[in-house]
């Protein structure tokens, strides 16, 4: 059965614990999309964990990690992630990456890094990992292929192609240094052969484990919101997160997909810029990112402040259904046990008619949130394990949501540890 968790948001939902959490059952989990650029927060009996590139069932000795062709794979990164986590004394994972997939270049880095200095203010608060350069690439047809590496008469031909692209860009439009190709290729040499034990045929792997019905997570990273096509374009990523995806980037039958679980916080946060119609600010959005996460709401990858905000029902709405979701998983709900009372947009305003149905980026720049005020709690739920035993008026706030989003809320996440999670 092919299990796929993918974010209803703007990302940051909690998809790493949740992946965690199901990876315990699982055989494979498959990355498929994206790359170095997010954090998946994961805490569990080696420690914390921010994973920015592994699979989140890299704990697990006995699970296959694979790192699917649909993903931005930068080979430093990759490299320094293994290690660190081989330092917290997790047993050595099984990894497999796709030959399809491609290379994320030291020059995607570069160049984005020197586009967003130029943007200055207007630029797309990139983490500046190289996704966007590299997918341009991709779809321009000048990427290179984890199996090119082996091949180095294609990787110099390729190279030098890519290169004179980028040198003129980098000499020209930003008047930086440009980059030298033997030294490029040397670099490549080294690291392919590094990565060599772990490069497989992947599509092959998944679709004999789907044959034999293995247990095969799909982890999405971001949320529907950063997708290129149906997000807040043009502040979105640069790959689809949605589970529509998962099949293509992951390579396995669309037919597979039995499950797609749509990962949402109680809450909202959000990193990087964009229209975020709830966001709160001053001292109330400051208690709430300081109390939000497992400590706080800083970004795992960058460290930056994450904007925070109330439930967004009619974001939250439009993401589940984006990711045809058959069930939500809602984290962080311990995170609301300090307010008297919550509120919860349920409509948007734009210049004064009442719209529920998510709109195009330029309207929602237009929009100011509607809400209804529930009642808070007011106790710790940490540590409890049942759904009846959760307060009324907790218990009401899961089913109030429910009904907004219109998807069974089946897990009910009340502290960042794998264990803490309450099923229904
Ligand atoms: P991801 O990218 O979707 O995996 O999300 P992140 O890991 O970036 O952000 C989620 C944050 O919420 C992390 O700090 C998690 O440790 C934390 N977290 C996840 N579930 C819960 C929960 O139920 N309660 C609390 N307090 N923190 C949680």
Redesign the pocket.
Known sequence: MVHTIV?ANW?????????DLLAVNADIVVRFQGGAN??????NEYG?F?LHLLPSGICNPEVLNVLGPGVAFDIEAFLKELDEVRAMGVPEPQIAISERAQVLMPYHILLDVYEEERLGKQSFGSTRSGIAPFYGDKYQKIGLQVCQLYYPDVLREKLAHALEIKNALITSLYHKEPIDLEEMITKLHELAERIRPYVADTDEILLNAVREDKNILLEG???TLRDPDHGIYPMVTSSSPLAGYAPVGAGVPVWSIKEITA?T?AYS?CVGAGPFTTELFGDEAEELRRR????G?Y??KTGRPRRVGWFDAVATRYGCEGQGATEVAL?????LSYLDEIPVCVAYDWKGTRIERFPVTPKLEECTPIYEILLGWKTDIRGITKYEDLPENCRNYVEYLEKQIGCPIRLV????RRE?MIYR
Do not use: F, M, W, Y
């Open positions: 974010g990302g940051d939902e909690g998809k790493g614990k949740i992946t997010a954090g998946h927060t994961i805490i914390r921010a990273q971001l949320g990962v916080k946060s939000g996460g497992d400590h709401e970004g795992a984290t962080n709900l311990d995170v996440s009340n502290g960042p803490e």
